[in-house]
């Protein structure tokens, strides 16, 4: 059975942070930025990650995400019904990437966590695992009193609209050729009333719809909060 574990990040994970950063941004942040935010009191990480007795598998080959700023949840997660694996073993991280399968962060500015940062190893993607993530980072934000959240998103990325739109962000406006590679502009994302009882209702009805989710790919949730695991048979 191969478990996930939801926790902060350490600084024994760092140089494994660094490699899921190139896989999927390119090289958005250094090991010195990295190490930074770590030491930052505004930054708030969450990390999905494998035990080390999961590490010393070879991982197959996977296409690098869409270099950018802020990757849009999992490339192609969306509300549709996605395949499910199928496969009698599951993938495995090399030792080198320190057991990292997702990655997550916001920075606490006054009252207000912007979301930075959103990466799940291609291998693990299209899973419900970063749906998962977000999840559970939208309740971090709210653990540490914070009142609302943003972030920006790519105006082509219809994908990651829909799944922020179904976690009730609204359009709050627009940053113009925000993503250097690209000229693209950038969509501002907000969601207020965090630390309302409406808010703690809709964490309870997303994580009703996460589960089922995940349950199609195999993945059971095992506990909830942070102490979170998720668990797969093969």
């Known amino acids: 059975m191969t478990f996930l574990e939801l926790k902060p990040l350490t600084a024994e994970q760092l140089p494994g942070v660094v490699e899921l950063d190139q896989l999927c941004f390119g090289g958005h942040w250094t090991l010195e930025g990295y ?56 993938p ?38 970063g749906q998962l993530l977000f999840w ?17 998103v790519r105006v082509s990325n219809q994908a990651a609209l829909s799944l922020y739109q179904k976690f009730g962000f609204k359009e709050a406006g627009r940053r113009r050729r925000y993503y250097q590679d690209t000229g693209e ?7 207020g009333d965090l630390q309302t ?13 996460i589960a089922p989710r995940l349950a199609k790919q195999g993945w059971h949730m095992l506990e909830v909060g942070m102490n979170l695991k998720v668990s797969r048979k093969g």
């Open 35 to 90: 190490q930074r935010e770590l030491a930052s009191p505004m930054s708030h990480f969450l990390t999905l990650c494998l035990p080390e007795a999961y590490t010393d598998l070879e991982l197959p080959s996977a296409k690098r995400c869409e270099k950018a700023q802020f990757v849009d949840f999992e490339l192609g997660d969306t509300d549709e019904e996605s395949e499910v694996i199928e496969s009698k073993t599951q």
């Open 92 to 129: 495995h991280l090399p030792k080198s990437a320190q057991t990292l399968v997702g990655l997550s962060c916001f920075w606490s500015i006054l009252e207000e966590a912007h979301i930075t940062l959103l990466a799940v190893h291609p291998a693990y993607q299209r899973q419900g695992l």
């Open 136 to 152: 559970a980072l939208l309740g971090l934000a709210r653990e540490r009193g914070l009142e609302r959240a943003t972030l920006e």
């Open 185 to 191: 502009d950038a969509l501002i994302l907000w969601r």
């Open 197 to 209: 009882p409406g808010f703690a209702k809709a964490q309870a009805e997303w994580h009703q719809q």
